[in-house]
């Protein structure tokens, strides 16, 4: 091996590459060129050095004895015969319990309760209130005049919502709808009052969401054919009770008692 005028190291074996690696630091960059050089195939297998750039990958001097394009040691993909994920592997369908629609989604879904079953559908009053962990939680009352001035004393306007449950058509589950965008609400009420359509319980609700921050706009279509929805979401329908959210429980491990006020 040898240094050449301008400081790089020119080698031909895979000993010479480790004498090299061996060398201090300033002995090893000496020069303006602080590069490693591979001359010969042996070095070259080696792997142990790596040419940050493709035109730096040989030196003028054994450009004939190099293959350029002869992939190194470190450029080859590592091969694991341990698979990443299981086969029978599959992400989650859904974001829980709730239903969230995103920026630009579509959701199709039916409208399962009832305001006159207040197990399926209620409607209040809501705001958020600082929590023990320094986040935020809501907090709902009926939908009366003392819940509003109740809620109005922590500090926030109250704002309207409904919650109810709705059977989700993609992820064949049941969910909880907060809504308390008034452009949704008012869509549905249309749709509840319409000679057309009537119940939104019996026909299947497109939204649409789009546009961001106080530009997005919700789009309510109901969608044929009518008809009652499907066993499985009656069923689920009796696992729920949203009078609990007034208490801060969770909706789907309702309390055994039948005695909350709505």
Avoid at 85 to 108: A, M, Q
Wanted: net charge negative; with cysteine; charged share 30%.
């Amino acid at each position: 091996m040898w240094c050449d005028w301008g400081g790089r190291w020119h080698y031909r074996t895979a000993q010479d590459v480790e004498r090299i690696l061996r060398l201090p630091p300033l002995a090893r960059s000496r020069g303006p060129c602080q590069k490693f050089f591979l001359c010969g195939k042996s070095a070259y297998d080696l792997g142990r050095v790596v040419p940050d750039r493709p035109q730096d990958r040989l030196c003028p001097i054994c450009a004939e004895r190099f293959e350029p394009d002869q992939p190194t040691k470190t450029d080859q993909p590592l091969k694991n015969d341990m698979p990443f994920l299981p086969s029978d592997y599959e992400p989650p369908k859904g974001g829980g319990n709730y239903l969230k629609i995103k920026e630009g989604e579509e959701v199709r879904l039916r409208l399962l309760g009832s305001f006159e079953h207040p197990k399926t559908a209620v409607m209040g009053w809501l705001v958020w209130v600082p929590d023990e962990a320094g986040g935020q939680k809501p907090e709902r009352r009926t939908y009366t005049q003392e819940g509003f001035t109740d809620l109005k004393g922590l500090g926030e306007v109250p704002r309207h919502f409904w919650a109810i449950a709705v059977w989700d058509q993609r992820e064949q589950c049941l969910k909880v709808w907060e809504i308390t965008q008034a452009q949704i609400r008012n869509q549905i009420t249309e749709l509840a009052q319409s000679e057309d359509w009537g119940d939104p319980s019996g026909y299947d609700l497109k939204i649409k969401r789009s546009g961001t921050g106080q530009d997005t706009k919700y789009a309510v279509i109901p969608l044929p054919p009518l008809g009652a929805p499907v066993p499985e979401a009656m069923t689920a329908l009796k696992e729920v009770d949203l009078r609990e959210v007034f208490k801060g429980a969770d909706p789907f491990t309702p309390a055994q008692s039948d005695d909350i006020p709505i």
